[in-house]
C-alpha cells in the first residue's frame, strides 16, 4: 500500500519562501507529484520528480529523496494567490494507473 | 476546449436513493478517474478506466459503479446512496504518455441526508 504525510497547515508572509514536506511508507512509486487546489476549485497539476533531486519550475521548486522517503515544495517569493492546499501523490508501481495522494497541506499567506 | 467537464455540480440525496455523476473529457486521453475528498483526507481513488471498455477498483470502491461509455465519457453510479458518501467528487484524465498530469474536472458537490 501508499501513505504519504503532510502538515495539515502552514502559515507564512507575502514574499516570504515556504517549504511543504511530504513523507511517504509506499511498496513501489513511479515519483512523486505535487498539485495545487484553491478552496473550492479543482486540483491542477504543479510539478513532478521521477528522481532524486530538486525540479524548478518558476518560484516552485520540487524535491525527492528517496533514500530518506521524503519529498518537498518549496515555494519562494509568496504571493497572496499562492493560499491554497498542497497534495503529493505517488503513481503505483505495481499497477502505474493508481494515484495515491496526501491529505493535503493548507497554505495561508499573510499580507 | 472546455478540459474534464462534469454534471451536475451540486446535488442533494436522501438515503437510499441513486445517481449518476457524468464526466466528459474533449482531449482524447486514453485514462480517467473518479476520486472522492473528504476534508482533511485528501484525495482518494474510487474506480479508473486505463482505456476505452476497461473499469478499475481504486481504494474506495465500495458502494459505486462505474461505466466508459466511450473515451470521452466515464460515469459513477450510486446505486444506494448513503450519508457516508456525502463528499466532493472529482473526475479526471490522463494523457497516454504524459504519466504523471492528471487533469481534473470542477467537482461535483453531493450531499446524502
Known amino acids: 500500500g501508499q501513505s504519504l504525510e503532510q502538515p495539515s497547515e502552514v502559515t507564512a508572509v507575502e514574499g516570504a519562501i515556504v517549504q511543504i514536506n511530504c513523507t511517504y511508507q509506499?511498496?513501489?512509486?513511479?515519483?512523486l507529484s505535487w498539485y495545487q487546489q484553491h478552496d473550492g476549485g479543482a486540483p491542477t497539476f504543479l510539478s513532478y520528480?521521477?528522481?532524486?533531486g530538486l525540479e524548478e519550475t518558476g518560484r516552485f521548486s520540487s524535491f525527492l529523496s528517496r533514500s530518506d522517503s521524503y519529498g518537498y515544495l518549496l515555494l519562494q517569493e509568496l504571493q497572496m494567490k499562492d493560499s491554497a492546499s498542497y497534495f503529493c501523490?505517488?503513481?503505483?508501481?505495481?499497477?502505474?494507473?493508481?494515484?495515491?495522494f496526501g491529505s493535503g497541506t493548507k497554505l495561508n499567506v499573510k499580507p | 476546449n472546455a478540459g474534464v467537464t462534469q454534471t451536475p455540480k451540486f446535488q442533494v440525496l436522501k438515503t437510499g436513493q441513486s445517481m449518476t455523476l457524468q464526466c466528459a473529457q474533449d482531449?482524447?486521453?486514453?485514462?480517467m478517474y473518479w476520486y472522492r475528498q473528504d476534508p482533511g483526507m485528501g484525495l482518494r481513488l474510487i474506480y479508473y478506466?486505463?482505456?476505452?471498455?476497461?473499469?478499475d477498483k481504486g481504494e474506495v470502491p465500495n458502494g459505486y459503479n462505474v461505466s466508459r461509455l466511450n473515451k470521452r465519457e466515464f460515469s459513477l453510479r450510486l446505486e444506494s446512496a448513503a450519508p457516508s458518501q456525502t463528499s466532493v467528487y472529482f473526475c479526471?484524465?490522463?494523457?497516454?504518455?504524459?504519466?504523471?498530469?492528471?487533469?481534473f474536472g470542477p467537482g461535483t458537490r453531493l450531499l446524502v441526508l
Open positions: 479526471a484524465s490522463r494523457p497516454q504518455g504524459a504519466r504523471e498530469t492528471q487533469y
Open positions: 482531449m482524447n486521453h486514453n485514462s
Open positions: 501523490a505517488v503513481r503505483d508501481a505495481g499497477n502505474f494507473n493508481k494515484f495515491y
Open positions: 520528480n521521477a528522481l532524486d
Open positions: 509506499t511498496s513501489g512509486f513511479y515519483g
Open positions: 478506466s486505463a482505456s476505452e471498455g476497461t473499469t
